[in-house]
């Protein structure tokens, strides 16, 4: 099992270096409207993604590679290796969330209503629009979102959970997959926890 957990991760490997995501100039969008840029992305069902993937708590850091398949609903499987070996894998589907090794309360926060909100962050229910400076800010009652006014792409965004927790989420590197922007860098934050991840190779499934 360990053999094939490594033959695995470096099949994923190679298939994320010719996926990579290409560094290149990103044209400002600051014309187009909202409803024209969540328009593009209504139809993106689900997110497959090779990452780079650094966890911190504290004075400690771990890194490792992630192979991560998510649905826009939050059903999501995300598998993470530490040089090769099987280190995380994590699963959840209907709310339900099953991990090996266990974790606790914040890091399963992040790895799933988090990570969910962070690559779908155009789906959100009943929010509204202002303009803040360099930003145009979408806002909810949980969520808010700054997008770059030039790029319309995200910045940060901030979600809000039922124990009063604030989750903020930092964005860089803009980077493309065809036709959908995206930013490749992003950064999840709770007190005292955080988890970065670098996208490697991306996919972005639509339905028909």
Same mark, same amino acid.
């Given at each position: 099992?360990?053999?094939?957990s490594?033959?695995?991760?470096?099949?994923?490997?190679?298939?994320?270096?010719?996926?990579?995501?290409?560094?290149?100039?990103? +044209?400002?969008?600051?014309?187009?409207?909202?409803?024209?840029?969540?328009?593009?992305?209504?139809?993106?069902?689900?997110?497959?993604?090779?990452?780079?993937?650094?966890?911190?708590?504290?004075?400690?850091?771990?890194?490792?590679?992630?192979?991560?398949?998510?649905?826009?609903e @939050?059903?999501?499987?995300?598998?993470?290796?530490?040089?090769?070996?099987l280190?995380?894998?994590?699963?959840?589907?209907?709310?339900?969330?099953?991990?090996?090794?266990?974790l606790?309360?914040?890091?399963?926060?992040?790895?799933?209503?988090?990570?969910?909100?962070?690559?779908?962050?155009?789906d959100?229910?009943?929010?509204?629009?202002?303009?803040?400076?360099?930003?145009?800010?979408?806002?909810?009652?949980?969520?808010?979102?700054?997008?770059?006014?030039?790029t319309?792409? +995200?910045?940060?965004?901030?979600?809000?959970?039922?124990?009063?927790?604030?989750l903020?989420?930092?964005?860089?590197?803009?980077?493309?997959?065809?036709?959908?922007?995206?930013?490749?860098?992003?950064?999840?934050?709770?007190?005292r926890?955080?988890?970065?991840?670098?996208?490697? @190779?991306?996919?972005?499934l639509?339905?028909?």
């Amino acid at each position: 099992m360990k053999n094939f957990s490594r033959l695995f991760f470096f099949s994923v490997l190679i298939i994320a270096a010719a996926c990579a995501p290409k560094k290149v100039e990103i +044209p400002l969008l600051e014309e187009r409207g909202i409803d024209s840029l969540l328009a593009e992305r209504r139809n993106i069902e689900r997110i497959d993604a090779t990452l780079g993937v650094v966890f911190e708590k504290t004075d400690s850091e771990m890194r490792g590679d992630a192979v991560l398949d998510i649905s826009r609903e @939050g059903d999501l499987h995300l598998k993470v290796y530490t040089l090769g070996i099987l280190g995380m894998d994590l699963t959840s589907k209907n709310g339900v969330v099953r991990s090996t090794p266990n974790l606790d309360k914040s890091r399963k926060m992040i790895l799933t209503q988090g990570l969910r909100d962070s690559l779908f962050w155009w789906d959100m229910q009943d929010f509204t629009v202002r303009d803040e400076g360099d930003h145009v800010i979408m806002q909810n009652a949980t969520r808010a979102v700054w997008l770059d006014r030039k790029t319309m792409l +995200p910045r940060k965004q901030t979600i809000s959970f039922d124990d009063d927790k604030l989750l903020t989420v930092l964005y860089d590197n803009p980077a493309r997959e065809k036709d959908i922007w995206y930013q490749s860098k992003m950064r999840i934050e709770l007190p005292r926890y955080s988890v970065t991840l670098t996208v490697k @190779g991306i996919s972005f499934l639509k339905s028909m």
